[in-house]
């Protein structure tokens, strides 16, 4: 299995307070990617990098942030939490791109009453 | 942009059934195609893959076919098991393409009864 952590594994917590997210790989991968899991939707994708500080918007990026400051880890950041951000965050990571998989880490459980 | 529909579920199999999970594909350049699988509680593992026009990807007793033509890569497998159990994603990724991105459809639920 690829080396990839997130951290936590579930929370909760309140409307209006900020929320971070980590995401730890041991693999040395150049890609990263946070998604968010919906019923009916599938997986989306908020934003990915493409290397240390190079990151870009998914097609869901509104209301979320990143950073990666070291190639092993890819933070995802709620500034303010609303409801509609609860749902089941998800990192890949992969080598490359292309013919290149991603490969996903077990999830974060996010829950913002 | 790309896109990925896969028929609706869920779909419920008594084990040894044949099982076929409809996927098509819209995608430009030359796209990868992928299935992924996602047991309960856990995140998505690659299944399968395949590359390019009529290459046929397999695992676990899965596969899958590259039709160009028809722009589907539809998953089959000839006996499902109870372990079998549960959602599959069909994914497209386009490529030639900076940082090109993994597509998904909205997933299917398989259930497998003994």
């Known amino acids: 299995d690829a080396g990839i952590t997130q951290s936590p594994r579930h929370k909760v917590t309140e409307t209006g307070t900020p929320v971070t997210l980590r995401c730890h790989q041991t693999?040395?991968?150049?890609?990263m990617y946070w998604y968010r899991q919906d019923p009916g939707h599938g997986l989306r994708l908020i934003h990915y990098s493409y290397g240390v500080k190079d990151t870009d918007k998914g097609e869901v990026s509104d209301g979320y942030s990143v950073s990666r400051s070291k190639t092993e880890d890819f933070l995802l950041t709620l500034e303010s939490a609303t409801s509609s951000q609860t749902s089941v965050y998800f990192c890949?990571?992969?080598?490359?791109?292309?013919?290149?998989?991603?490969?996903f880490g077990d999830g974060t459980r996010l829950s913002i009453l | 942009g790309d896109s990925v529909t896969q028929m609706e579920g869920p779909v419920t199999l008594s084990e040894e059934a044949f099982l076929t999970i409809n996927c098509t594909y819209t995608?430009?350049?030359?796209?990868?195609l992928f299935w992924y699988v996602q047991y309960p509680g856990e995140g998505l593992q690659l299944l399968l893959k395949?590359?390019?026009?009529?290459d046929k990807g397999s695992n676990k007793g899965f596969e899958a076919t590259y039709r160009k033509e028809t722009t589907s890569f539809h998953l089959e497998k000839g006996s499902v098991q109870v372990s079998d159990s549960a959602v599959y994603f069909c994914?497209?990724?386009?490529?030639?393409?900076?940082?090109?991105?993994?597509?998904f459809g909205k997933g299917i639920t398989l259930s497998v009864r003994p």
């Open positions: 693999e040395n991968h150049r890609y």
């Open positions: 890949a990571i992969s080598e490359g791109t292309g013919v290149q998989p991603q490969h």
């Open positions: 995608a430009t350049g030359y796209p990868s």
């Open positions: 395949a590359t390019k026009a009529d």
């Open positions: 994914a497209t990724r386009g490529y030639p393409g900076a940082n090109s991105k993994l597509t």
